[in-house]
């Protein structure tokens, strides 16, 4: 009876899709409503490239905008971010794979994706990945890891671990959507790769920032403040992305650098030259001489990279900077490099939000803010049954210890409770000391006003530092907001430690 019921629904689907058809009104929505999207589908498809790859790795490197054709600061141009460069050719590797040629690849969205693609998959064959391997995700790290032609394994993992984490908390921008999705990252050598997510090596000028040395033709030794006096800091915009501004000025080809390069997403620090030397920043060697260079993450003309967590992030270095080198908090003292005398630059942009980066670097109130943290050690806001364990393993841990459980086919949640002031977006952190026997799938479960959604954080690396998983909207009162389940299909302990919830 269910077998027929079955049949005759599905033949009812094909008469009413014929119907539609034949009275000249579509059954599914066409390319034209969104060409974005068919052209991710499109390259996929020709090229044999997982779709929802192909998608991630263009979020982690434009947020999916070909910038009229216009190029990143390292030469990249489209969509994909197909690259012309003195050490990058992969613009020129597309022209020769798909026969299209370099000026189409630099300005046609679909022709620029389906470049990217052919990229990709030929970075795949080089691996040795065959039918059966390029159906799994997981495998394709390394070739994601090449497509970004890092200068440093250190720089491929948190390249590749940028393209993986989009798949976990998934992307829904210009009317693409990757639905959250549980992946084991296959990482292969990498595994052995520093973690600059976790900072494992802090700078000594600002300790919460990572340390990555830019190579020395990208800017002047010097004894800052005996040579120079540092009177400014300069506010830059990458024109690119983090790991990949990174890699380029640690390029003996990119004559550039900066000081500090700030994460968009979660407002992750990385310091690539010294204070005490000189930064070739600002277009201005009076100006370089004098102040402190900080790159943001994105393009000048999408606000959609600058986040909440990026300005807090940036301003408490300027905070810092400003009071160890007595610069005024004021738009005297802090400048866009823009502002800079001859600049040709318009950086940091429009979108860049002046009066709240201000606020936040003098400690202003305006705009509102709220947060809270919750621990696993926190009395009364949080809970889990019996089958999660206690650790003090990892020095990574927020607080005095942090709980693990082994992955099951049910849900078993550790929750944190919170008294959420009113409804609205707040924005939700996750904190876990991070291991390579930890799971590579955790599925965080956050209760937003229109019911539960879950994301999945590859907690083998990132730890020891708060990890954005995203905006939510939340109702207002005291309930669990955020759980970490144990039903996933990753490997390796599931780890409960800390959340943060901010307003938005």
Not at 103 to 110: F, I, T, V, Y
Not at 202 to 223: E, F, I, L, M, R
Not at 327 to 337: A, D, L, V
Not at 469 to 478: D, E, H, V, W, Y
Request: charged share 15%.
């Amino acid at each position: 009876m269910t077998l027929a019921r079955t049949r005759l629904a599905a033949l009812a689907t094909s008469l009413l899709a014929v119907l539609l058809i034949v009275a000249g009104q579509p059954a599914v929505a066409t390319a034209e409503e969104n060409p974005l999207a068919a052209a991710f589908d499109r390259a996929a498809a020709e090229h044999d490239v997982p779709r929802d790859l192909l998608v991630a790795l263009a979020y982690a490197e434009t947020h999916l905008d070909g910038h009229g054709g216009e190029p990143s600061a390292s030469g990249g141009y489209g969509v994909m971010h197909l690259v012309s460069n003195p050490t990058n050719h992969s613009l020129e590797q597309a022209a020769e794979l798909t026969k299209l040629p370099v000026d189409k690849l630099r300005a046609d969205d679909e022709a620029n994706i389906l470049g990217g693609a052919a990229v990709l998959r030929a970075h795949a064959d080089k691996l040795g990945l065959d039918e059966a391997a390029r159906k799994d995700i997981g495998r394709w790290y390394q070739a994601v890891a090449a497509y970004g032609n890092a200068t440093s394994p250190e720089l491929a993992r948190l390249y590749a671990d940028a393209v993986y984490e989009g798949l976990g908390l998934g992307i829904d921008i210009r009317g693409v959507q990757v639905k959250p999705q549980e992946v084991t990252a296959d990482r292969g050598d990498l595994a052995n790769a520093r973690d600059l997510n976790a900072r494992a090596v802090a700078s000594t000028d600002y300790p919460p920032a990572a340390w990555v040395a830019a190579n020395s033709g990208n800017y002047t030794a010097s004894s800052r403040e005996s040579s120079y006096n540092i009177d400014r800091v300069v506010i830059h915009v990458t024109q690119g992305s983090y790991a990949g501004t990174i890699s380029w000025f640690q390029n003996p080809s990119a004559n550039v650098s900066a000081h500090y390069v700030v994460k968009s997403s979660n407002g992750a620090i990385t310091q690539m030259v010294r204070d005490k030397d000189v930064a070739w920043h600002a277009g201005n060697w009076t100006y370089n001489t004098r102040s402190i260079g900080i790159e943001h993450e994105g393009w000048v003309d999408d606000a959609s990279w600058f986040t909440d967590a990026m300005y807090r992030a940036s301003a408490a270095l300027t905070r810092h900077l400003c009071d160890k080198y007595g610069i005024p908090k004021t738009r005297t003292g802090i400048i866009g490099h823009n502002e800079v005398p001859g600049a040709t630059h318009t950086d940091p942009g429009r979108h860049w939000n002046w009066t709240t980066y201000m606020n936040y670097v003098t400690g202003g109130d305006d705009p509102p803010s709220w947060t809270t943290t919750v621990d696993n050690a926190t009395s009364g806001q949080f809970t889990a049954s019996a089958n999660w364990g206690t650790s003090t393993y990892s020095s990574q841990r927020h607080g005095a210890d942090y709980r693990f459980a082994d992955p099951v086919s049910s849900s078993d949640p550790a929750w944190y409770s919170a008294t959420i002031p009113s409804a609205g977006t707040y924005h939700v952190e996750v904190w876990y000391p991070s291991d390579a026997g930890y799971n590579s799938s955790a599925p965080y479960i956050v209760a937003t006003s229109s019911g539960n959604r879950t994301v999945y954080v590859d907690q083998r690396s990132g730890g020891g530092s708060w990890r954005s998983i995203g905006s939510f909207s939340l109702n207002a009162g005291t309930y669990n907001v955020v759980g970490v389940s144990r039903w996933t299909s990753g490997t390796g302990y599931v780890i409960a430690d800390a959340v943060r919830i901010s307003r938005s």
